[in-house]
């Protein structure tokens, strides 16, 4: 358990970081209000997460702790939005479709409006 626990630690560490230079990358190179680091990372780290799983499940690449560390360390650390994305590929993929739009108009609206209610709890602060 320990040891699975360092390698998400391990994999999520160097995912934020690789996140902070992309994004810092765009910043720096596209001055525009549309944040394409954070929507390149998003999409990176959903093909990311795409090949990972694909390649974990035909071939023995990776060994479960391996896959550990990349999928939910690396991609969780990078953006959780792979996570959120890949979630959903899955609940599609067992014929969960009301339960995958369920979850993605859940998490977007309640997220944002999550975001402005904690913005408006420190205001009253």
């Known amino acids: 358990m ?11 560490g160097a995912g ?3 996140r ?3 994004q810092r990358w765009f ?13 390149v990372v998003n999409i990176a780290g959903c093909f990311l997460i795409g090949i990972l799983f694909a390649v974990s499940e035909r071939t023995t690449l990776l060994s479960p702790q391996v896959r550990l560390m990349l999928i939910t360390g690396l991609c969780g650390g990078f953006t959780t ?3 959120f994305a890949f ?3 899955n609940l599609l993929h067992s014929g969960d479709v009301s339960y995958a739009l369920l979850y993605t108009l859940a998490s977007v609206l309640l997220g ?5 209610a904690g913005i408006g709890l420190i205001k009253l602060l």
Do not use: H, R
């Open 87 to 89: 979630e959903n590929m």
């Open 20 to 22: 902070y230079f992309c």
């Open 2 to 12: 320990i040891k699975n626990v360092l390698l998400i630690g391990l994999g999520g």
């Open 27 to 39: 910043a720096d190179n596209f001055q525009t209000a549309f944040p394409w680091g954070t929507f």
């Open 81 to 83: 939005f792979s996570t």
């Open 112 to 116: 944002i409006a999550a975001v402005f």
């Open 16 to 18: 934020s970081i690789a």
